[in-house]
């Protein structure tokens, strides 16, 4: 679980100049990645490491993405919007530009958390806790999320996408099992909800820019027909870290 931090932790430094620039989107793109699959890593391993340090590591991630997250909005949708609404957009996009740069400036390094004392279960026991917990949560919310609720299909993503990357990050602890199936499942689920989250966001944004457009109704029934199927899919997909 350090190298999964540490990993992280890199991927962040190594694009936050470039993000920072603003010369390239992907910079942005990949820095975000690496703060969600940090995030991911820190509530998969809580129980690891200082308390202290966990709650300094999480609210830089939460500032760092309260200004990352508007940044990246416009990177992707400013060329999916109206060719009238366009140059609103890019003032909009200057703007949440100049925020990151300000913060990822004034940001301090980011730090390994410090391991908590006490004692420690094994690798597999501590993976197969981990991993039955998220799955646990992910389940719970899939079971209740109404598919027509935008906010309720986000916070099944977020539930989804910790346990992919927890799988991701644990699934050497039971190195003669396979977890491709249940990685795929919750990527193609994460996929549906994601594209759905997308059309959402093209929403919001145009409204803030005043106008009422509402994008790709038609999309939007395919993806939420698809939906039920692939969170089934989902939920009977074999878990990797149960059996002997």
């Given at each position: 679980m350090r190298?999964?931090?540490?990993?992280?932790?890199?991927?962040?430094?190594v694009?936050?100049?470039g993000a920072?620039?603003?010369?390239?989107?992907e910079?942005?793109?990949?820095?975000r990645?690496?703060?969600?699959?940090?995030?991911a890593?820190?509530?998969a391993s809580?129980d690891?490491w200082?308390k202290?340090?966990?709650?300094?590591l999480?609210?830089q991630l939460?500032?760092?993405?309260?200004v990352?997250?508007p940044?990246?909005?416009?990177d992707?949708?400013?060329h999916?919007l109206?060719?009238?609404l366009?140059?609103?957009?890019r003032d909009r996009q200057?703007?949440?530009?100049?925020?990151?740069?300000?913060a990822?400036?004034a940001?301090?390094?980011?730090?390994?958390p410090?391991t908590?004392?006490?004692?420690?279960q094994?690798?597999?026991?501590?993976a197969r806790?981990a991993?039955?917990?998220?799955?646990r949560?992910?389940?719970?919310?899939?079971?209740?999320?109404?598919?027509a609720d935008?906010a309720g299909?986000?916070?099944l993503?977020?539930?989804l996408?910790r346990?992919?990357?927890?799988?991701?990050f644990?699934?050497?602890?039971?190195?003669?099992r396979?977890a491709?199936t249940?990685i795929?499942?919750?990527k193609?689920l994460?996929d549906?909800?994601?594209?759905?989250?997308?059309?959402?966001?093209?929403?919001?944004l145009?409204?803030q820019l005043g106008?009422?457009?509402a994008p790709?109704r038609?999309?939007?029934r395919?993806?939420?027909?698809?939906?039920p199927?692939?969170c089934?899919?989902?939920?009977?997909?074999?878990r990797f870290w149960?059996?002997?």
């Amino acid at each position: 679980m350090r190298a999964a931090l540490q990993e992280a932790l890199d991927q962040i430094a190594v694009n936050a100049p470039g993000a920072a620039s603003g010369t390239d989107p992907e910079y942005l793109h990949q820095l975000r990645v690496g703060t969600r699959r940090l995030r991911a890593a820190l509530r998969a391993s809580l129980d690891l490491w200082r308390k202290d340090d966990v709650r300094a590591l999480r609210r830089q991630l939460r500032e760092l993405a309260a200004v990352s997250g508007p940044a990246r909005d416009w990177d992707v949708f400013l060329h999916k919007l109206p060719v009238a609404l366009r140059a609103r957009a890019r003032d909009r996009q200057r703007k949440a530009h100049a925020a990151l740069r300000r913060a990822l400036q004034a940001m301090q390094p980011l730090q390994l958390p410090r391991t908590a004392g006490g004692a420690r279960q094994g690798w597999p026991a501590f993976a197969r806790d981990a991993l039955e917990r998220l799955d646990r949560k992910a389940l719970r919310r899939a079971a209740r999320t109404d598919w027509a609720d935008p906010a309720g299909r986000h916070t099944l993503r977020i539930r989804l996408r910790r346990l992919r990357y927890a799988c991701e990050f644990m699934s050497g602890a039971f190195p003669r099992r396979n977890a491709k199936t249940l990685i795929r499942t919750l990527k193609d689920l994460q996929d549906l909800l994601g594209e759905l989250n997308d059309l959402e966001v093209a929403r919001r944004l145009t409204r803030q820019l005043g106008a009422r457009r509402a994008p790709a109704r038609a999309r939007e029934r395919e993806l939420l027909e698809l939906l039920p199927p692939a969170c089934r899919r989902f939920a009977s997909a074999p878990r990797f870290w149960r059996g002997g």
